[in-house]
């Protein structure tokens, strides 16, 4: 069994009981199901079989080792946007020739790191970045494989104004116009070798019009690119691919697969994408624990031991997220589910029809392994859950609960006070 589902009334993920897990690593924690990803990781790959590709996850939606194992043995390579997602890469076992490393304000060591790591691309995002690529190559005497990270310049309207990125004006990539421009300094750089062009247009996109709107302009640059000499092998088509959170429909994979692997056997090039979400959001959930319900006014309030610490996406996103009470569901109730910080934002749900819940329950929030545990805070000095892996009717905690010691660990209590 895939995901979370009813066993006998108890809420349950793949075979195990979630009541049981949190019995054992407590609340709140996030629970991820590995059938799940390896599911999804199936079906985009035979999605995209009628041209040569790679997978290359996102690590920035769920970069937990656990996960990232399972993806590994599926055949996914990665895509990361820090030296700090290189070093969970690598660590987690991928190799160089597996990593893509992206990222618009790209540091001196962390290209030097992603060099050194051997990446299969860096992909650039202004001159400037090619320029300082290049004299890091050189002094490491090595050849940089490098794609140049285009903004299209297409209409992502129906992306949340936060995670549009391929609209003209968006800080993201080498505006379309003058990337053939970036393209012939690239050329003429001894340490730089221009082996792709890339895009990423947005998240959570509920048309595909942006991808076969911006994949034609990358065809069309490239085609100019190997005309002025560029060894063009890899289209770059990006991640965005979205998830139903509520009522929505599951994309169309056969649609989205025809227009990049269209785009890629166009121009003769190997198809690289870079989804994040999609692989791990259905996935995961939080379980929260609700320590006391509150009427005040004309409402009712369930506050949680979970809240915008543990799932930023509500307050910052107004994002959707399905919760559900573990235990068999009944009568009915309307309530704000909020959590435990010092803030008017920090809710999970506002307005929610859900079942009858009384204090002590357990509910799960869904769809939260994707951008849920990585975007987590320590804000209120709240230290971050445990993570659990559940593959089929076994689980394990793949990354523990911080304690208060780790809050404090870097801080120096007796510092050496310095003039210079
Ligand atoms: N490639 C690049 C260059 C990206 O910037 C992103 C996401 C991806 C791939 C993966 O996109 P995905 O397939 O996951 O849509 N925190 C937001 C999402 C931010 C996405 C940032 N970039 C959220 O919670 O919705």
Not at 104 to 128: D, T, W
Not at 278 to 288: H, K, N, R, S
Request: proline fraction near 5%; aromatic fraction near 6%.
């Amino acid at each position: 069994m895939l995901g979370f589902s009813r066993i006998d009334g108890g809420l349950h993920c793949e075979g195990v009981a979630l009541e049981g897990i949190v019995r054992e690593v407590g609340t709140p924690a996030y629970v991820y199901s590995a059938g799940v990803v390896r599911d999804r990781y199936t079906r985009l790959d035979a999605a995209l079989s009628a041209a040569p590709h790679r997978i290359h996850y996102s690590l920035k939606a769920n970069a937990c080792r656990g996960v990232l194992e399972v993806l590994r043995a599926a055949g996914s390579g990665v895509d990361v946007v820090s030296g700090g997602e290189l070093f969970r890469a690598l660590r987690a076992g991928f190799r160089g020739e597996d990593i893509l490393f992206g990222g618009v304000g790209k540091q001196e060591h962390e290209i030097r790191e992603a060099l050194v790591a051997g990446v299969k691309l860096i992909n650039v995002e202004s001159e400037a970045e090619l320029r300082l690529v290049s004299r890091i190559a050189a002094e490491l005497q090595v050849i940089a494989s490098v794609g140049l990270r285009v903004n299209p310049e297409v209409d992502v309207a129906n992306a949340h104004r936060y995670i549009a990125t391929g609209e003209r004006g968006h800080k993201f990539g080498i505006p379309v116009g003058e990337a053939e421009a970036v393209g012939a300094v690239a050329l003429s750089l001894p340490n730089i070798a221009l082996h792709a062009v890339d895009m990423h247009v947005g998240s959570q996109l509920s048309s595909f019009e942006a991808y076969r709107a911006g994949t034609g302009r990358l065809v069309e640059l490239s085609l100019a690119l190997r005309k002025a000499g560029a060894p063009i092998k890899y289209l770059d088509s990006g991640g965005g691919l979205p998830v139903p959170y509520a009522e929505e429909e599951e994309p169309d994979l056969g649609a989205y697969g025809r227009i990049v692997t269209d785009a890629a056997n166009a121009l003769g090039a190997e198809l690289l994408v870079e989804p994040g979400r999609f692989f791990v959001a259905a996935a995961g959930a939080l379980v929260t624990r609700v320590l006391y319900r509150k009427e005040t006014g004309h409402k009712t309030y369930l506050v949680c031991d979970a809240g915008m610490t543990e799932l930023l996406r509500p307050s910052h996103y107004d994002a959707f997220h399905r919760i559900e009470t573990l235990a068999a569901p009944h009568g009915a109730m309307v309530a704000d589910v909020v959590g435990p910080v010092c803030e008017s934002g920090d809710f999970l749900a506002l307005d929610r029809a859900l079942p009858e819940v009384a204090p002590g329950e357990l509910l799960a929030v869904h769809t939260t392994g994707a951008y849920g545990y990585v975007m987590s805070s320590h804000y209120n000095a709240r230290p971050r859950v445990p993570e659990v892996l559940v593959d089929g009717d076994r689980w394990a905690l793949v990354s523990a609960r911080e304690t208060y010691a780790d809050l404090v660990r870097l801080e120096d209590p007796s510092p050496e006070w310095r003039t210079t």
